[in-house]
């Protein structure tokens, strides 16, 4: 199988907090994972590329200081949301690509809503 | 970023109808992938298309990889309710750095 984990689920947080995501692949090995926003009825915006042992690639307008990206193993990156705001309150996903692959497979979401 | 043309937007069928979904680009793709989304939960991979031509099916899914590597089409024969949510189609531009490029989705809902 291919599975990836996220953790949390929900997340309720106030302003000026910070919130850390975390996101594993259970039973393959991930030197890449993707993280991604979601607006309600629209398409996965992918904001930065996550590669184990180095910085994350973002993406055009994603803050890399607001959005802190660790992918410390070959099984789990973090992305951390620091100083949150209402205006981040969103459905964010990973994704973790298979090595030698170009399949992605998805975690399971996480919402966050910034109070 | 780029985002692929897929058609159509939303669809409303009846259970026991076939089902038909297409992605289009202007470049050229390597990879094509198809996910389904349920509402609150992450995409799931349905099926990946790797060659030019090629034709690969999942039980009642079938999808293709357009021969002029622009384009895919995604099949869902006999519709059943269970079938209901957002399917995105996804490629891997040539030249691009394995990162994929996702379609605005189709919202298929199937009436009892």
């Known amino acids: 199988g291919a599975v990836v984990s996220q953790h949390p689920s929900r997340v309720i947080c106030k302003s000026g907090t910070s919130v850390k995501i975390e996101c594993r692949s259970l039973?393959?090995?991930?030197?890449?994972m993707f993280w991604y926003r979601q607006f309600p009825k629209q398409s996965l915006m992918l904001m930065a590329t996550s590669n184990e042992g180095s910085k994350a690639t973002y993406e055009q307008g994603v803050e890399k200081d607001k959005f802190l990206i660790n992918h410390a193993s070959l099984t789990l990156s973090t992305l951390t949301v620091t100083s949150a705001h209402p205006e981040d309150s969103s459905f964010y996903i990973c994704s973790a690509r298979r090595d030698m692959s170009y399949e992605q497979y998805f975690g399971p979401g996480t919402r966050l809503t910034v109070t | 970023g780029q985002q692929l043309n897929q058609s159509p937007q939303s669809m409303f069928i009846q259970e026991g109808e076939d089902v038909s979904m297409n992605c289009t680009s202007s470049s050229i793709f390597n990879t094509w992938l198809w996910y389904k989304q349920d509402p609150g939960e992450g995409p799931v991979l349905l099926i990946a298309?790797?060659?030019?031509?090629e034709l690969t099916s999942n039980g009642r899914l079938t999808a293709q990889f357009g021969i002029t590597r622009k384009d895919s089409f995604l099949n869902i024969s006999a519709s059943i309710p269970s079938d209901v949510g957002i399917y995105f189609c996804?490629?891997?531009?040539?030249?691009?750095?394995?990162?994929?490029?996702f379609g605005s989705g189709t919202q298929l809902t199937v009436l009892p």
């Open positions: 298309l790797y060659k030019a031509g």
């Open positions: 996804a490629g891997q531009p040539s030249g691009s750095a394995r990162q994929l490029t």
């Open positions: 039973d393959f090995q991930a030197t890449t």
